[in-house]
């Protein structure tokens, strides 16, 4: 496989990842989903279109969620539960307006819990956002090509990220 695995370092470490189709996020969901453990927190954001609910199944594999339980947008219904190796909170803010919604819809308490939230348009968090957290941004860069950013927070997603790039996807 030819991944493009490009890491920068600044004030904290981003991993940039260049894919060239579904079938490659598949891959890169299911990693992810594999490293994650009790009360983790990945924050998704991108263009409408950009695969956020893509990559929301390919971690639910990768967290042993039976196919029999279809992982779809929650975006009307705000959150979807899934029983895999671990409960999977899947969340859609998209049609929150911002902290006071989130509060309210009481999504909260699904967070840094016993299981694994995975929230789309993560940005309607404000302030809320856990300290330790995933946040992934993809970015469209061709009809399947997609740029996907890694900003992890806090020592065990730095430590699992760098794993997942030093023995997932280097060349």
Request: hydrophobic share 35%; charged share 20%; aromatic share 8%.
């Amino acid at each position: 496989m030819t991944d493009k695995c490009i890491i920068t370092q600044d004030d904290r470490n981003t991993f940039l990842l260049q894919v060239r189709d579904v079938a490659h996020t598949a891959r890169i969901g299911q990693a992810l989903g594999k490293q994650c453990c009790p009360g983790d927190v990945l924050l998704l954001s991108g263009d409408l279109g950009a695969g956020k609910t893509t990559v929301t199944q390919s971690i639910a594999v990768g967290m042993e969620v039976s196919p029999d339980q279809y992982v779809t947008s929650p975006s009307f219904a705000l959150m979807h539960e899934y029983r895999g190796r671990l409960p999977l909170y899947h969340m859609d803010f998209y049609r929150l307006a911002g902290e006071d919604d989130v509060e309210g819809a009481g999504l909260l308490e699904y967070i840094g819990g016993s299981g694994v939230a995975v929230i789309e348009w993560a940005d309607r968090m404000g302030s809320l956002c856990p300290q330790n957290r995933l946040e992934i941004k993809i970015t469209c860069t061709g009809e399947t090509e997609r740029l996907y950013t890694f900003i992890p927070y806090g020592a065990s997603w730095l430590k699992r990220i760098s794993c997942l790039f030093t023995e997932e996807f280097s060349d």
